[in-house]
């Protein structure tokens, strides 16, 4: 165990999953303490979160991401750190004042629920949570790209613990219901944020000029940002446009599921992204740094099987009608395949001269996903939403390869993970068509056996060297 707690990596990965898993804790939770409406409702204010924290920043935490690695190399990331949190601070107390009058007139005509009695008074909780998020997100990436641990586990394990505790008293203890699932959370998380805030108050400054340098930075990112937000959200979009909230609860618990996947994904990034971004720029070989990355992506799809082959048995602590997600959960692991590529051609964006490049790829994959969802059936029902989302992902992949034509500093190009990959895709499809065909278990357990057959086959070595690195962690 000791030797768990020496292992950063490891740490990174465990403390980094820990806050983004708690929707996934509770999920049990608040099946069977909510309604399906009700469900479908937390969903989409999950959604809306992300949609309205880009809005209220406007580019300074993406600002702060990519002048990062510039400062990192002359020693100024603490000033930059201090004069973007002062910037941040004050832009938002402005910003929040815009989105509290116009939000719920702009956002209400295109997410119909926010105009429904039950549920649009939560537009306010959800404007404050997203201005902390923002906060959070900037003392996130100052200890995860600076290597301060020790702040990073307190920052995570503070949220975990204190959204816990926030969500049992509102919805167990309390019985508060959809009211408690949300403000327990929103009030833990936000206490957290307050509590780092105040520690490092002391060294916050503002800066006109630097602010003014931070938000050009910044700009093209954050508008990408809400490009892609607003594209990679569009399946939510469609649901609730022609059905009700309960098709989106439906839909939300095969989005928990594979979330598992998803926040696995991150938590790995949290120290791979960093890592590799320094080994681009140290001019590491290119065999070096795709070995480190075989090592993770052999994890990620063990990973990936290890929940396909437990969704079965796991949907069964749910009410019955959530039983139909199974049919969409094979489809829906297609999408953090297709975002771990992905991930690694956004690598090379961060280490060109300007950020411009992250507006023009998304500007066009919000264009083409926009006209794809024109195209969705809306009798295909969930499966639309699926589609939808699949796409967008496959657009974002694609089109980040064109962007790297002309200039890249690192191409995951690795014919076995490309190949690995490809199989995996395929039997995703063939699970999900089989399983809308028959609706039996045994399809989900015969493809995760042969994917694991298909693992072994392409990796063997690396799966060797990790079961070497493991014993190495216990011992």
């Keep these: 165990m000791l030797s768990i707690l020496k292992n950063r990596k490891l740490l990174y990965i465990i403390v980094g999953y820990l806050p983004l898993s708690i929707s996934l804790i509770f999920t049990p939770i608040y099946t069977h303490f909510l309604s399906v409406k009700d469900y479908g409702f937390l969903n989409l ?15 300074i935490k993406d600002g702060f991401g990519f002048l990062y690695w510039k400062h990192d190399q002359n020693g100024g990331v603490k000033t930059l750190f201090n004069k973007t949190l002062g910037s941040m601070i004050i832009l938002q107390l402005f910003t929040i004042l815009s ?12 997410f119909l629920f926010l105009q429904d009695d039950a549920y649009k008074g939560f537009l306010f909780i959800l404007i404050f949570y997203a201005f902390f998020l923002n906060l ?7 200890f995860r790209n600076g290597d301060k641990l020790k702040e990073f586990v307190i920052l995570n394990l503070m949220s975990t613990v204190l959204m816990t505790v926030g969500s049992v008293l509102g919805i167990v203890v309390f019985h508060l219901g959809i009211e408690g699932a949300i403000y327990g959370r ?5 206490l957290v944020v307050l509590f780092f805030v105040i520690k490092y108050a002391k060294g916050i400054s503002l800066d006109l000029k630097f602010s003014k340098t931070i938000w050009m930075a910044g700009l093209p990112i954050i508008l ?8 990679s959200n569009m399946d939510k979009y469609f649901l609730q446009k022609h059905f009700d909230l309960s098709a989106m609860g439906v839909y939300g618990i095969a ?3 594979i979330y598992v996947v998803d926040v696995l994904l991150i938590s790995v990034f949290h120290f791979l992204l960093p890592d590799t971004l320094k080994k681009i720029r140290d001019n590491v070989s290119h065999l070096q740094i795709t070995e480190s990355i075989k090592e993770v992506y052999v994890v990620f799809v063990l990973f990936v099987l290890a929940v396909l082959g437990i969704a079965p048995f796991f949907i069964k602590i ?3 009608e959530y039983n139909a997600a199974l049919l969409y959960l094979p489809f829906l692991a297609i999408n953090p395949i297709i975002k771990f590529w992905f991930t690694f051609n956004t690598l090379n964006f961060y280490l060109f001269n300007k950020s411009t490049v992250f507006l023009k790829l998304q500007a066009v994959v919000f264009v083409l996903t926009l006209i794809s969802l024109q195209f969705i ?24 390869y064109v962007f790297l034509i002309r200039e890249h500093y690192f191409i995951l190009n690795d014919l076995k993970l490309i190949g690995m990959s490809a199989c995996l895709l395929i039997l995703c499809i063939s699970l999900g068509v089989l399983y809308a065909i028959n609706t039996d278990y045994k399809f989900y357990l015969i493809m995760v056996a042969l994917s694991a057959l298909i693992l072994v086959a392409f990796e063997r070595k690396s799966l060797i060297a990790l079961k070497i690195k493991i014993a190495k962690t216990l011992n």
């Design 377 to 400: 059936p809306v009798n295909m029902g969930i499966y639309g939403a699926v589609l939808i989302i699949i796409l967008n992902s496959l657009f974002q992949l694609l089109v980040s």
């Design 318 to 320: 749910f009410p019955v």
């Design 186 to 190: 929103a009030i833990g998380y936000i």
């Design 224 to 231: 990408s940002a809400v490009l892609g937000s607003y594209a």
């Design 99 to 110: 989105v509290l009058f116009f939000g719920k007139y702009i956002f209400g005509q295109y």
């Design 255 to 257: 989005l928990t599921i």
């Design 45 to 59: 204010f999950n959604t809306l979160i992300g949609i309205i924290a880009p809005l209220l920043h406007l580019g």
């Design 136 to 142: 959070n997100d900037v003392f996130f990436y100052f």
